[in-house]
């Protein structure tokens, strides 16, 4: 008697045993999702910034491609019909899927984000549950098995002020480290328990390590220089005898609630490469890419897929955050800035700190809060004044003294309010904070003023 079966018994079964069902855990995955390209972007419409590089390499290196949108764009305006809200977010969908399809994208997600009106990415994370979102994202990852991402920048600039571009830069960036590991979304990378037999609750996946990850950036100011690889849009298709920055254009047009009617005039009337209007530009321009990370090795400025090897490689985790220590008491800048200090570090993005100094825009007539972090390691309270020098025209509120406690990581702002005017220029702002006439730092950070549409801070 063998395992509670008697030895006649277990050869009967021997012979007569189909196979196992169990056993389709083993099959490939499906290669009709295999990504050479990940996009991952938050509105239907964010792709015209690499929309021309996606040409280039659909068409004319046969990559494969596929795109994932946070969210539906269901708060924006609708410029052709009274359709708004969700109904605008349902027919963004069909907007979104019809533009990439137009390149031969046919492998397109959208997260359960919705519209976020704000510059701070925390509250969009918030808004599109956060954890809903990577676990969905993670999932795409590991079903798409990309090379390289390509997504928006996970920074805080006057050009890169939409809460949800740089929410979906921050969730790609988690999911770029995460999906190689099997400890995280484990349902998804689990064997099905009856592959033949419905319903499954573990998905079979297997974990995926991406090998680079690039950033894009919607500039007001140019801080490309040296951060990564950049692609002539004028460049003719060899295989599609236009430039990439026209077949970009024919992609975007499809954008119809998004101003995409006004792309398509400049197209049939053949001045899409001189169009003022903001994505027949946008389709037009260079595509200028940031440099994130590579697991394989590659320069920063040399192509996307330099270094990339075919099979993928092992799962690298990344350095993690580790909490700052102080001695003294120190002025820091709050959130949303002080959280890309930390995403920085746990990404081993550190590189990203110096891109950009803090900046921000503000509408005329605004309203700017400069959050403040101050941190207290010593044994007592302290009595810390803060003060705000601000560019002429500008009100700051009056500042209390603040009682910090031992201890603590104590959170307080200046509050300043805009012109009515839009004055040129960097406008630049100190703050400085001092206890028992001890400096305990100094902040700059600069604002540019803007009379067009600025979300809210
Ligand atoms: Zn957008």
Redesign the pocket.
């Known amino acids: 008697m063998l395992n509670g079966y008697p030895a006649a018994a277990q050869n009967a079964v021997a012979t007569k045993a189909t196979p196992d069902a169990y056993d389709w855990n083993n099959r490939p995955p499906d290669p009709r999702f295999k990504a050479d390209i990940l996009v991952v972007v938050?509105?239907p419409?964010?792709e015209i910034m690499v929309a021309a590089y996606l040409a280039r390499e659909i068409y004319d290196h046969h990559k494969r491609v596929a795109v994932v949108f946070q969210n539906p764009?269901d708060g924006g305006n609708n410029d052709v019909g009274p359709e708004q809200a969700a109904a605008l977010g349902a027919i963004r969908q069909i907007e979104g899927r019809t533009a990439v399809a137009s390149l031969g994208i046919t492998n397109v997600w959208f997260l359960s984000g919705h519209d976020t009106a704000s510059q701070n990415s925390l509250t969009s994370l918030e808004h599109c549950g956060h954890g809903r979102c990577l676990d969905q994202l993670v999932r795409i990852v590991r079903i798409t098995r990309p090379s390289v991402i390509l997504t928006w920048l996970p920074d805080f600039t006057t050009g890169e002020n939409?809460a949800?571009?740089q929410a979906a830069g921050i969730l790609a960036t988690e999911a770029f480290d995460l999906a190689g590991d099997p400890t995280v979304f484990s349902e998804q990378v689990s064997p099905a328990i009856h592959p033949n037999v419905a319903m499954n609750m573990t998905e079979a996946l297997r974990p995926w390590q991406p090998e680079k990850i690039y950033y894009v950036y919607n500039p007001t100011h140019d801080i490309f220089e040296g951060q990564g690889p950049q692609y002539s849009s004028k460049d003719i298709s060899p295989s599609q005898h236009q430039s990439y920055g026209l077949l970009a254009a024919k992609e975007v047009s499809h954008h119809v609630t998004q101003g995409g009617g006004q792309v398509s005039e400049a197209i049939a009337n053949h001045t899409a490469e001189t169009a003022s209007d903001e994505l027949t530009d946008l389709a037009m321009q260079p595509v200028k890419f940031i440099f994130g990370k590579s697991l394989v090795p590659s320069g920063v400025t040399d192509d996307v897929f330099a270094g990339v090897v075919p099979d993928g490689v092992s799962f690298q985790r990344a350095p993690g955050y580790t909490t700052a220590t102080y001695s003294e008491p120190t002025l820091l800048i709050g959130d949303p800035w002080a959280f890309y200090q930390k995403l920085w570090q746990a990404h081993g993005l550190e590189h990203l700190k110096t891109l950009v100094p803090l900046e921000i825009s503000i509408h005329t007539d605004g309203v700017f809060y400069i959050p403040l972090i101050i941190e207290n390691p010593l044994d007592h309270a302290i009595g810390v004044n803060l003060s705000a020098q601000a560019p002429e025209g500008w009100k700051v509120r009056p500042l209390a003294l603040l009682s910090v406690p031992a201890h603590a990581e104590y959170y307080a702002r200046v509050t300043a309010d805009a012109p009515s005017t839009k004055l040129p220029g960097w406008q630049n702002f100190t703050v400085t904070a001092d206890s028992a006439g001890k400096s305990l730092g100094t902040i700059p950070i600069r604002v540019e003023l803007s009379n067009g549409w600025v979300a809210p801070q």
Do not use: E, Q
């Open positions: 938050a509105h419409d964010d764009g939409h949800d571009h």
